[in-house]
T-cell receptor, first 112, second 115 residues
Framework: AQSVTQLGSHVSVSEGALVLLRCNYS??????LFWYVQYPNQGLQLLLK??????LVKGINGFEAEFKKSETSFHLTKPSAHMSDAAEYFC??????????FGSGTRLSIRP | GAVVSQHPSRVICKSGTSVKIECRSL??????MFWYRQFPKQSLMLMAT?????????EQGVEKDKFLINHASLTLSTLTVTSAHPEDSSFYIC???????????FGPGTRLLVL
């Protein structure tokens, strides 16, 4: 069964610093992988999606993620953090039954 | 704009009453919709898969008699929380799959508070 594991429930970086949120997947077939962002008291917003077309996926708000099959990873990065990036981030995988399974989430805090 | 809507966005009810939440796909026909529950500071947990014209399939541990799902049309799925109790208070989010684009779209969520 497909699953994702997010390493680190809370990440804190300084404004302007690199953001790195880690996600490892478990899948027996090439997976569809996602990163979503959730701001307080709001729904989900899709940041980016990997569908095997390209290993480096560019998303909205300057985020990108790289699919590394050898490491079974799909880490999310952003070169320079903004205060507005503070939110909860979820890595997710789509199963063969089209179910989207979410990781436990990582809360990103930005220090001024 | 939003392609999946949920109604209501917030609801407060008394313990023992039933609450119905609607999920609509606005721009496409969705043969499959999904219902998730999110407790505070936790991740989204899949509750069930709603299939148009057939019974919903529930994830392990989700009471089907407690959470009634009806997918009556290709654009509407409803989740009814029956005899709600305070422990059912949560954020309920639906998603709808556009088969033409092979993409799922999430609704904005419904916050349920049971007093």
């Amino acid at each position: 069964a497909q699953s994702v594991t997010q390493l680190g429930s809370h990440v804190s970086v300084s404004e302007g610093a690199l953001v790195l949120l880690r996600c490892n997947y478990s899948s027996s077939v090439p997976p569809y992988l996602f990163w979503y962002v959730q701001y307080p008291n709001q729904g989900l917003q899709l940041l980016l999606k990997y569908t095997s077309a390209a290993t480096l996926v560019k998303g909205i708000n300057g985020f990108e993620a790289e699919f590394k099959k050898s490491e079974t990873s799909f880490h999310l990065t952003k070169p320079s953090a903004h205060m507005s990036d503070a939110a909860e981030y979820f890595c997710a995988v789509e199963s063969s039954a089209s179910k989207i399974i979410f990781g436990s989430g990582t809360r990103l805090s930005i220090r001024p | 704009g939003a392609v999946v809507s949920q109604h209501p966005s917030r609801v407060i009810c008394k313990s023992g009453t039933s609450v119905k939440i609607e999920c609509r796909s606005l721009d496409f026909q969705a043969t499959t919709m999904f219902w998730y529950r999110q407790f505070p500071k936790q991740s989204l947990m899949l509750m069930a898969t709603s299939n148009e014209g057939s019974k919903a399939t529930y994830e392990q541990g989700v009471e089907k008699d407690k959470f009634l799902i009806n997918h009556a049309s290709l654009t509407l799925s409803t989740l009814t929380v029956t005899s709600a109790h305070p422990e059912d208070s949560s954020f309920y989010i639906c998603s709808a799959r556009d088969p033409m684009k092979e993409t799922q779209y999430f609704g904005p969520g419904t916050r349920l508070l049971v007093l």
